[in-house]
Every structure is written in structure tokens, then in C-alpha cells.
């Protein structure tokens, strides 16, 4: 198995495609922040700040469960609206500004994905580049899928637990914009980008890094350390808030050993 033929290129060459590269995503990502800048105001009422008010759909779900068991935890049913204040003068501004970006980069993850594999495709050999349409889509996917979970039920459960939390009764209780921005971004974009570690598992063992057994030998390790790590992280330590966040990730740990390749065996001479 051999190398594509391609000319010979300089540090310089390869320099300056990925300088054009990185102009066409940000221009691409720039165009797409235009967009959504225009229609921020609408996007920040229906979908931002949606799970600040009790109308929100998992909240309506969670009560709705509540009248038929007794099992959710108090926190998760009842009543619920958070008063998001703004204390900055130009925090407004700049977060409409920020959340235009950070929404285009979700929406342009796909581009920005392809534009990079078009910098790297030289150096892959002829099966990388036939699999390689299928990574793509699989990674959109997860990415996809890893966002909406943030967004649907990880985001909401964190700002319904920490907003009710109460240390005094002598604390009244709001969200500053910046709080909640920046706790909402972080949850929706991270879990996004946390749902690509199969495909970055995949990668490092097509260059022979990682391989099956790995997964094979520590899945133990992992399955007690992942629980232990998302019990000691989980805004509330309720069994059903923990469940919720430990499915998806440790899911995420058998995709990844599916994906990998089992570790070659040397053949005698």
C-alpha cells in the first residue's frame, strides 16, 4: 500500500494551504454569524432561553412523570422560572455578538470539518480516503446528537438544579446573562465536541496507536471511573440526574472500541 502520488511540497506550500484553508472556514463561519446575528433576538426568546421558563417541554414531561411516580427528585417537577438579569453595561451587545458565532460554528461544523480533511487528504492512503466519506457523516452526526443532548436535557437539569439551589433564605436568587451564557454555551458546544471521541478514536488507530484491547482490558476501569467522575460532576447526585449523564458518555466509550481496530499479529518468520 503506497502513498497517493502528489508533487513534492515545501513547509511554505503546505504553510499556505492551510492558511487558505483556515481564510475560506473563517469567511464561511463570518457570512454564517451574519445570519444568525439577524435573527438573534428571536433565536435568544424561543430557543436560549427556553429552559428559563417552566413551559420548557422537558419540564412539562418531568411533571407530567411526576404525577404517575414518585420517584424524580424534588428539584425536577413543580414550577420553574429563572430571572436572567443583565449587571454589564455592554454585556448585551457582546453577547449578541458572541452567541451569533458560536451558533455559526455549530451550524458550520460540517464545512469546517470537510475543509480540513481536503488539507489532509494528500496524506492519506487510497482506504483513508474511500472511508473517509463515511467518518464524515458519522461525525456529523455525532456531533449533532451530542449538542441536542446538551441542549435537551443537560443544560436544562444543570440551570433547573443550581438556579433553585439555595444557600440562605436571605439570597434572592437570579442568573446574570454572562452566568447563564456561558454555562448554556459550554454544556450545548463541549458536549458536541466530547461526542467526537469515537472518530478520534478511530483516527489514532488508523495510525496504530490505539487498538481494541485497550478498550478490552480497561473497560472496567472505565465503566467504575466514568460513574465515579460523573457522580463527583452531576449538579444534583441524584440517581436519575447521574444515569442521565453517565448513558451518553460511557456510550461513547463502546463506540469508540467498536470503531478501533484490533492490534495486529506479527507473523512468524
Request: charge should be neutral; include cysteine; proline fraction near 4%.
Amino acid at each position: 500500500m503506497s502513498k497517493p502520488n502528489e508533487s513534492e511540497m515545501t513547509f511554505w506550500d503546505h504553510l499556505d494551504d492551510l492558511r487558505n484553508t483556515l481564510f475560506r472556514i473563517a469567511g464561511f463561519v463570518g457570512i454564517i454569524s451574519l445570519v444568525f446575528f439577524a435573527f438573534m433576538k428571536w433565536i435568544f426568546d424561543h430557543v436560549i432561553l427556553a429552559p428559563s421558563r417552566n413551559d420548557f417541554y422537558l419540564y412539562q414531561w418531568f411533571n407530567e412523570l411526576a404525577k404517575k411516580s414518585s420517584f424524580l427528585p424534588d428539584f425536577i417537577s413543580g414550577t420553574f422560572n429563572v430571572k436572567v438579569i443583565n449587571i454589564n453595561l455592554a454585556s448585551q451587545f457582546l453577547v449578541h455578538l458572541t452567541s451569533s458565532l458560536w451558533f455559526a460554528l455549530v451550524f458550520s461544523f460540517p464545512f469546517v470539518i470537510y475543509q480540513l480533511f481536503l488539507f489532509i487528504k494528500p496524506a492519506l492512503y487510497a482506504d483513508e480516503r474511500k472511508n473517509a466519506g463515511g467518518v464524515f457523516f458519522f461525525g456529523n452526526i455525532l456531533f449533532y446528537l451530542g449538542v441536542a443532548i446538551g441542549y435537551f436535557f443537560l443544560f436544562p437539569l444543570t440551570l433547573r438544579y443550581l438556579a433553585g439551589y439555595q444557600l440562605s433564605k436571605f439570597i434572592e436568587q437570579s442568573v446574570s446573562l454572562d452566568s447563564y451564557m456561558s454555562t448554556f454555551l459550554l454544556v450545548c458546544f463541549f458536549m458536541g465536541l466530547v461526542f467526537e471521541l469515537p472518530i478520534v478514536a478511530w483516527f489514532l488507530s488508523r495510525l496504530g496507536i490505539l487498538h481494541r484491547e485497550f478498550f478490552n482490558k480497561y473497560r472496567k476501569h472505565a465503566f467504575f471511573s466514568l460513574f465515579v467522575i460523573v457522580a463527583i460532576f452531576s449538579p444534583t447526585g441524584d440517581p436519575l440526574t447521574i444515569m442521565l449523564f453517565f448513558i451518553p458518555i460511557y456510550a461513547l466509550w463502546e463506540m469508540s472500541a467498536f470503531v478501533v481496530r484490533k492490534k495486529p499479529v506479527d507473523s512468524e518468520s
